[in-house]
Each structure stands twice: as C-alpha cells, then as structure tokens.
C-alpha cells in the first residue's frame, strides 16, 4: 500500500505482528488514525515462523510418535517414514491461511492501511519509509505518537567456525525439504527442547548441547530431571555442562568440538541447530536520532507504562527484552495504545504470567520458583507430586511428570505453580487464577476439581501439604 505522506496519523506502528495488530486494532477503536509500517512478512514471528508452524509440526510429530509407541494394551498402531516435503507444505498452507485471517483481512476489516518498507526515524523526530525499488530517498510518516514493535530475531553466538558451517535456527529447521539422520542442538531452554524433541519424534537421532549444568535451566530443578529421563528413554543424548571449542564441517558431516564435565569431546551430525535465544531488532531504526535507549541485549529500554526514554515513543512486544510469548506482546498493544492515546497510565505486571513449553510431557509455570522465593526472602515450603499419584494419569498410562508448588512458609499463600505434565499448558490456567486470588495451600486443596483432569493434580498437589499422598517434600526452610 502507497504511503499518503499529507496525512498526519496519530499513531504510527513500526512493525506488523501481534503487539503491533493489537496496537493498531485497539487505537482504532479508540477513534485514532493509525498506520504499520513492515519491512517484511506480515503477522511477524507468531503466526510465520513461530508459535503456529513450530505447534502445528510437534502435534504431526506427536502423532506419529504416539503411533509408534501408544501404552494400551489390545490396541496396534504404525507408523512409517516421514514425508517431510508434505508435512512442510502442510505447515505453509496452515500459516498463510491464518496470516491472511488473522492478520491481512483483518488490517483491511478495521481500516488501517500497512506500508511496506524499512521504516528509520529521522533527526526531525520523523520517520522515513525505505521501499523497495524506490530510488528518491524514501517518504516520510508523521504521527503524534509511536509504537516500536520489530519483534527479534534468532540469536547466533560466537563460536569459532560457526560461521563457516550450514547450521540451522529454529525459522529455517522449520523449512527442511528432508529429515537430517543426526541432528545435533545447542541450546536447552524452550525451543531448543521442542524443536530436539520434534525432530526425535519424526525419527531422527538427536544430541542437545547445554552450557548450563541442566536442561531447562529457568525451569525446577525436578522439572528439568525428569524431562531430561524422559528425552533420553526416547533417545535423544543429553550433554549439560558442556562448552564448545569449535565447530567445523567437513562435507555434509558437522562436527562440534566440546568440553563435557571437564573432559574433551567430538560429536558429528548430518544438521546442526543453533536455539540460543533471540535478539531484538532495532539495527535499523536510526534511534540514536531520537534519544530512544537501548539495553545490554539491544532491547528497547521502556518503563512498566511501555514509555521509551523518547515521550512520544512507545514500544511492545519482543523487542523490550519481555517475556517473549505472544499473549504478552498482545497485551502490550492494548497497553500503548490507551496510554499514547488517552494517558491511560496502565502498567504491566507479569506476577502472575504463565509460561508454557511444549515438549511433551509440557511444562508450564506461573509464579516464583522455589530459589526464586528464597531470593525475594519468603521462608519457602513446596511440594512437589508426581504424576503416579494423579488419576488422569494412570488411565492415560503415562504418568512422567509431576506437580510442584511453592507457598509461603507463614502465611501458606501460594507463590508458584509448575507443572510437567500431558496437558499442563492448559491446566496452569487454573494455577494463574489461583495466584491472582491470592489463594493460601488449604484453600486451593478445598476447591472442586474435576476428577480424571489433569487440572486435579493442582489441586492434589496443595492436598499434599497436609496428607501424605506420594509427595516429595523440599526446601521448607
């Protein structure tokens, strides 16, 4: 869409995924004229090359690898090869669907047109919109307000011979026309773990290298146990602890050099995927010219309103250096766009935001983690119950998981949730509720659960505070 570079909008939107769709969705309802300006694909990384197509093939894989190794007695099921090109195309197809949807037909439903090109704020506190093929120095957008809202990119970190080698990040894994034999991973945190787990399940041999001492490092400890039991039972090969001292490749073969456990090893695979983290996109911005402050990690600097060090500069989603899930980038948007617009004020608060890997058995938490109470100087008391203890799963015949929660040794409120469980990712919904009421262990063990769901292990686990029903006790201190 052409630039109408009269036009003075209102609120101007640097980027097109979901912290700048809903932005844009919420300032026009509240009467504004807003533009987005995107360099690249629309619907940024949710709906490309993130949450949707990384969900929509761990569900494929997941099937297939049900298939193969489904618990029930009487009951046969197969699976053969994978048709990688089939199942990618698939993937495509779901994506572009919902980017048309969700995104596209939606810009053009609420009114607000997207420009395409590489938007840079100028020394006049403007932007200009760099477009493809335009030779006259680009046009310019003004507004009274904007939102910085370029999302991140994956992060490469440096590692001698890295550079020189084929490797793979969690977007381009996601397009491989053929399943690797060996694929090896670095990387231990949430896409690491599920894009390992993916490919282990659509059949191919995969080893994890983590520099930290375990897998899922931000997670419990007892979470990151039995995840790792349970990813090795499936074969996958697990090096924490280990440093790489180079990577190199030597035909189609990769080959990383590490240090596992002080002692030297060499590890060879046919792919290699690099899931270190994400870095925000900013390079381009030009904001030096308008005070706009940057962190450590190149992160937007905002306070808890989303104001910039720039009062006329908002910013949301990802590129804040926040929590990089898309239910908080949505709710960014909303956020901007009352406080440039009205001086609403609001603020964030991630207290009680939950966070979801989807490795299967998932994890999601809400809340502090055991050392996470003991830093903020609770007396902490947790819990922590397995899965065998839990109905739901004993008839599902799968009870790798369990159930930990943390309390307030004095005062027995709840401070956090964490689950490792088939089902967690919507079970923790009841765990924020809980949070957000402020519920002590007895009333979250006295309020009705439905029997055989995974949400009554909740609820067990704050009975098992009082009753000995196969729980662990832990820090208590």
Known sequence: MSIDHMKHYDLAIIGSGSAAFSAAIHAVGLGAQVVLIEQGT??????????????????????????????????RTQAG????????????????????????????????????????????????????????????????????????????????????????????????????????????????????????????????????DRIAPFEEPEISAMLERVLVEEGVEVFTGSSIRAISQVGEEIHVELTHLGHSRSLEGDALLVATGRTPNT?????????????PRGEVVVDDQLRTTNPKIFAAG?????????????????????????????????RTLPRVTFTSPQIASVGLTDDGAVAAGYRCDCRVLELSAVPRALVNRNTRGLVKIVADGDTGVVLGIHLLADGAADAILAGVYALEANFTVDQLASIWAPYLTMSE????????FTRDIGMLSCCAS
């Open 457 to 464: 292990a909740i609820r067990l686990g704050a009975q098992s």
């Open 81 to 212: 090869p994978v048709d990688m090109r089939a199942l990618i195309r698939g993937k495509r197809e779901l994506v572009e669907g919902l980017r048309h949807d969700k995104y596209e037909d939606l810009a053009e439903a609420y009114g607000f047109p997207i420009v395409q090109g590489v938007a840079t704020f100028t020394v006049e506190g403007t932007l200009r919109v760099d477009q493809a093929g335009d030779d006259d120095g680009g046009e310019e957008i003004r507004a009274d307000h904007y939102v910085i809202a370029t999302g991140a990119m994956p992060s490469i970190p440096a590692i001698p011979g890295l550079a020189s080698v084929n490797y793979l990040t969690s977007t381009t894994a996601m397009e491989l026309k053929a399943l690797p034999d060996r694929l090896l991973v670095i990387g231990a945190n949430a896409v690491g773990l599920e894009q390992a787990q993916l490919f282990c399940h659509l059949g191919a041999k995969v080893t994890i290298i983590e520099v930290r």
């Open 42 to 75: 629309v619907g940024g990384t949710c709906v490309n090359v993130g949450c949707v197509p990384s969900k929509a093939l761990l569900a494929g894989a997941e099937a297939r690898h049900i298939a193969l190794t489904q618990p029930f007695p009487g009951i």
């Open 283 to 295: 390079a381009s911005l030009g904001l030096e010219h308008v005070g706009v402050d940057l962190g």
């Open 318 to 350: 990802d590129v804040t250096g926040a929590p990089q899930f898309v239910y908080v980038a949505g709710q960014h948007g909303t956020i901007v766009a009352d406080n440039a617009l009205r001086g609403a004020g609001r603020r964030v608060n991630y």
